[in-house]
């Protein structure tokens, strides 16, 4: 049954996944994009994206393990919209997810460099985020 999700997961349009509120962390970094005068999106408008919308279990994660997203700026993180969304994909396949939610894309966000300074390693936000959804987190 995992193995179906996965390929599920895996082989479904990006857009099918989505959740509202990842759908809205998007629709915010695409605007802070814009708003630098960037003609593409990257992991850095991201964050930013995930900071405005201010809820969600990425949010509540980042919130639960100590880092503040409006005041935590990690170095530049240059890496574009579609490897980061193809690693939130894989994320979700991973924990048996038929969506992807902004918890999956903070994951994706965590594969790549720069997020060190954010203070959370990638295993530790799964762990995290897993302890979210099954509301043991205030």
Known sequence: MLRKLRKTTLHQPLERLLTVRARQALDLAEQEARAQG????T???????????????????????????????????????????????????????????????LLGLLHEDGTESLGVGLQQARDQIIKVLHGDVL
């Open 43 to 105: 992991a850095d408008h991201l964050l930013t994206g995930l900071a405005r919308l201010d809820e969600g279990v990425a949010v509540m994660t980042l919130n639960s393990l100590g880092v503040d997203l409006g005041a935590t700026r990690p170095r530049a993180i240059s890496a574009d919209l579609v490897r980061l969304t193809e690693a939130a994909r894989r994320e979700a396949a991973g924990l048996g997810h038929r969506y992807v939610g902004t918890e999956h894309l």
């Open 38 to 41: 960037h003609d593409r999106v």
